[in-house]
C-alpha cells in the first residue's frame, strides 16, 4: 500500500501499457479471430489474411470510439465527484446522461425520418439543457455541492420519466431507442471517430491542467477560499468541462451506465487522490472497461453483439457494491 | 477568473470549429458510398436512404429483417445470409421450406457487420428504423437498400416487395408472383361474408403487457383489406400498451393472440370478471396464433398465412 502511494506514476505507466495491450489484442476479436501475429501484420501495412478490410472498417473505428468515449465519461466521473465532493457523483447521477437520452429518445420514437447526425447532436443538446437546468436551479446563488447533487438527481428524474413515457408510447419502435438506452459501440465508423475525438482530444488535457483546482476544492470551500481560489467560478467552469466531455461521449455511443462512476473510484484505489494522477488515470481506466466491455460483447457469441452497455452493468454493478462494502469498513 | 473565461471561450471556438470540419467529412463519404458497382447493366433502385445503383442479378443477397427474407423467398431467390436473432425457429415454416441453408448474421437489432462483409454479398436489404444508422458501412460493403420493414402497413410491405423485386433485376417475376397473391388474397377475401360485422383485434401478449395492434398496423390493415374490421378505429398509434378497463371498453368480438412466453398478462385477467365479459371471451372466439408468422415476419407469403389462419378460425372451427 505504502509502495503505491509513492509511485503513482509507475502505476500511471502501468495502466497505460495496460490499455495499449488490451487494445491491441482487441483488435482481432470479433466474429473473424486474428492472432496477435495477424494483427502485427496488418500494423506493419500487410493484409492479415485478408482480414484488413474487417480491420479497417469495422474494428478500428469501433475500438477508437470506445477509448474515446471510455476516455470522456472516466473523465467526467471523476471531475464530477471532485466538484461535488462525493464518490457517488458521475454523469448518470446528475442527470447528464439522463437529459441526452430522453433528447435521444425522442427523436429516434418521434422523427424517425432525420438525418443520422440528428442524433449526436440531440442527445448532446439534451445534456446541455440539462447543464442550463443546474445552473438555474443550483448556481445562481452559490452552490453547494449537496444541493448539486439533488438537483441534479431530480433533473435525471424528471428526463427519466420522459423516456418512460415515450417508450410507453411506442412500444414497438421502442426497440430501436433500446439499443441506444443501453450504450453501444456496435456499428461506429470513422465518420463517429472524427465526430467524437476533437471534443475529448481538446478537453481532456484542458480537464488536466485544472486538476489543481480539484485539489484545492476537495480542502473545503472555506479553505479553497482562503487559498485565493474563486470557488464558484472554478466549480462551474469543471462542472461545464465534465457536461462537455460526457455529453460528447454519450451522444455516440448511447447512455452507457456506470463507467463514469466506476471509472473514477478504481483509479483512485490505483493511484491515490491527487488529481493530477487521478484525472488521467480515470480517463484510462475509463478507455480500458469499454474496449473490454466491447470485445467481449463482440466476441462471447458471435455472430450475436451483445451491446457494451450490458457488460459495463454486469462488470459495473457487483464492483460497485464490493465497493462500497469497503467503504463502510474502513 | 479571467483565465477561465479564456480558457473555456477558447475551447468552444476550437469545438465549433471541428464541429463544422467533421461534417464536411461526413457528406463527402456519404456522397462517395455506393457509386462502385460494376459497368453491366446498371439500374437505380430508389429507396429510404436514396438512389442504389445494382448492376446484373445479385446472387448473394443478405436480408436484416425477416419481411425481406419472405420477399426474397416469394421471388425463388435463398438469402446467403439473415439476420434471425440467433434461432433458426424464427424462421416460419413455410419460408424454411423455400430458402437453402444460409448464414446467421446476428441479432435483427446489431447486425454483426463482420459477418456480413465476410459473407461477400452483392446486395444488402435493411430496415429503415434498425439500421439506417448503418447504412454507410453496409453500402460500403454492397450495394444497399434501406426500407420500412418495422413500421410498415400492409400496402407498405406490398411497396417494398416490388422494390425488393427491382434490387433484384427480377421485375417480371415479380409482376407475376404479386398476381398470385393477389389473386389468393381475392380468394380469401370471397370467403368472408358481405354481412360480416364482428369486430377484430389482434394483438401481442407478452409478460409486460397487452399490445394492441390497431387498423393501421401491419397485421390490423391486413385483416381490414379482407373485410375484417379491428376493434380500435381510433388512435395515432399503430401499436398500443392497453390495459384491461380499454380492452373491455373496445370489447373486440373476435381477439388474436400473439403470445410471448407461457404468463402473460391474460393469464392474470382470466380471473376476472371483467376479462370474462368480453364479447370475444364470451363467445369463445379468443385464438392463439403463431406470433413469428403474425408480427414478426410481415411479407406476401406470411400475409397469405395470416389470411388463411384467420378464415379458418372465424368460418371453420365452428
Not at chain 1, 483488435?27 to 474487417?54: C, H, K, R, S, T
Request: proline share 4%; with cysteine.
Amino acid at each position: 500500500m505504502n509502495q503505491m502511494i509513492r509511485t503513482p506514476k509507475r502505476w500511471l505507466g502501468l495502466l497505460f501499457v495496460l490499455l495499449i495491450g488490451v487494445t491491441y489484442l482487441s483488435i482481432g476479436v470479433g466474429a473473424v479471430w486474428i492472432g496477435p501475429a495477424g494483427i502485427f501484420e496488418y500494423l506493419i501495412g500487410g493484409d492479415a489474411a485478408g482480414q484488413a478490410y474487417i480491420i479497417e472498417n469495422f474494428r478500428l473505428p469501433r475500438i477508437v470510439v470506445g477509448l474515446l468515449a471510455g476516455m470522456g465519461l472516466g473523465l467526467s466521473g471523476a471531475v464530477l465527484q471532485g466538484v461535488i465532493r462525493n464518490p457517488l457523483a458521475s454523469p448518470d447521477v446528475i442527470g447528464i446522461t439522463k437529459g441526452a437520452g430522453l433528447a435521444a429518445a425522442a427523436v429516434i420514437l418521434l422523427y424517425p425520418g432525420l438525418p443520422v447526425l440528428a442524433l449526436p447532436a440531440a442527445a448532446f443538446s439534451g445534456a446541455g439543457i440539462v447543464m442550463i437546468g443546474l445552473y438555474v436551479f443550483a448556481f445562481r446563488r452559490g452552490v453547494q455541492p449537496a444541493a448539486l447533487a439533488l438537483i441534479g438527481i431530480a433533473l435525471g428524474a424528471v428526463c427519466q420519466a420522459g423516456i418512460q413515457f415515450l417508450t410507453i408510447k411506442f412500444p414497438l419502435e421502442t426497440n430501436a431507442a433500446l439499443v441506444w438506452l443501453t450504450g453501444s459501440v456496435w456499428g461506429k465508423d470513422w465518420t463517429d471517430v472524427l465526430l467524437l475525438a476533437p471534443f475529448i482530444l481538446i478537453v481532456a488535457p484542458v480537464t488536466w491542467l485544472l486538476s489543481r483546482k480539484l485539489d484545492v476544492l476537495n480542502l473545503g470551500d472555506d479553505v479553497a477560499e482562503g487559498l485565493g481560489e474563486p470557488v464558484q467560478k472554478a466549480r462551474l467552469a469543471l462542472l461545464a468541462l465534465a457536461v462537455v466531455l460526457a455529453g460528447a461521449a454519450v451522444a455516440v455511443v448511447g447512455t452507457l451506465g456506470f463507467v463514469g462512476l466506476i471509472a473514477p473510484h478504481i483509479a483512485r484505489q490505483i493511484v491515490g487522490n491527487r488529481h493530477t494522477y487521478l484525472i488521467p488515470a480515470s480517463a484510462l481506466t475509463g478507455a480500458l472497461l469499454l474496449v473490454t466491455a466491447d470485445s467481449l460483447g463482440r466476441g462471447l457469441f458471435p455472430p450475436t453483439e451483445v451491446p457494451a452497455g450490458i457488460f459495463t452493468a454486469v462488470i459495473g454493478a457487483p464492483y460497485f457494491l464490493f465497493l462500497l462494502r469497503k467503504i463502510q469498513k474502513s | 477568473m479571467k483565465k477561465y473565461t479564456s480558457y473555456i471561450a477558447l475551447l468552444f471556438l476550437v469545438l465549433l470549429l471541428a464541429a463544422c470540419g467533421s461534417e464536411d467529412e461526413g457528406e463527402l463519404q456519404e456522397s462517395s458510398s455506393g457509386e462502385d458497382s460494376g459497368e453491366q447493366e446498371t439500374r437505380v433502385v430508389e429507396h429510404e436512404m436514396g438512389e442504389t445503383k445494382i448492376s446484373g442479378q445479385p446472387e448473394k443477397v443478405v436480408a436484416l429483417e425477416f419481411s425481406f427474407v419472405d420477399n426474397l423467398a416469394s421471388l425463388g431467390v435463398s438469402p446467403v445470409g439473415i439476420a434471425d436473432d440467433n434461432d433458426e425457429e424464427r424462421i416460419i415454416e413455410p419460408i424454411r421450406e423455400k430458402i437453402e441453408d444460409y448464414t446467421s448474421v446476428g441479432t435483427r437489432k446489431q447486425p454483426s457487420l463482420e459477418v456480413i462483409s465476410s459473407l461477400e454479398p452483392d446486395l444488402i436489404i435493411a430496415d429503415m428504423q434498425r439500421h439506417k444508422d448503418i447504412y454507410d458501412q453496409l453500402s460500403d460493403i454492397a450495394p444497399t437498400i434501406i426500407l420500412p420493414s418495422l413500421a410498415a402497413d400492409y400496402d407498405g410491405i406490398i411497396d417494398s416487395f416490388q422494390t425488393v423485386s427491382t434490387a433484384m433485376g427480377m421485375e417480371d417475376k415479380g409482376e407475376e408472383v404479386l398476381a398470385d397473391h393477389k389473386e389468393k388474397m381475392e380468394e380469401l377475401r370471397s370467403q368472408v361474408p358481405e354481412d360480416e360485422n364482428r369486430s377484430v383485434l389482434p394483438a401481442v401478449v407478452a409478460d409486460s403487457g397487452y399490445f394492441a395492434h390497431n387498423m393501421e398496423s401491419y397485421t390490423g390493415s391486413l385483416l381490414e383489406s379482407i373485410g375484417l374490421k379491428n376493434a380500435i378505429q381510433s388512435g395515432d398509434d399503430r401499436y398500443n400498451k392497453i390495459n384491461l378497463e380499454q380492452l373491455v371498453e373496445f370489447d373486440p368480438d373476435v381477439m388474436f393472440h400473439m403470445s410471448s412466453g407461457d404468463q402473460t398478462v391474460v393469464t392474470e385477467w382470466e380471473n376476472n370478471d371483467l376479462y370474462q365479459d368480453i364479447s370475444a371471451v364470451e363467445n369463445g372466439e379468443v385464438h392463439e396464433v403463431d406470433r413469428n408468422m403474425w408480427s414478426r415476419f410481415r411479407g406476401l407469403i406470411s400475409s397469405e398465412k395470416i389470411l388463411e389462419d384467420a378464415v379458418q378460425y372465424l368460418y371453420e372451427g365452428r
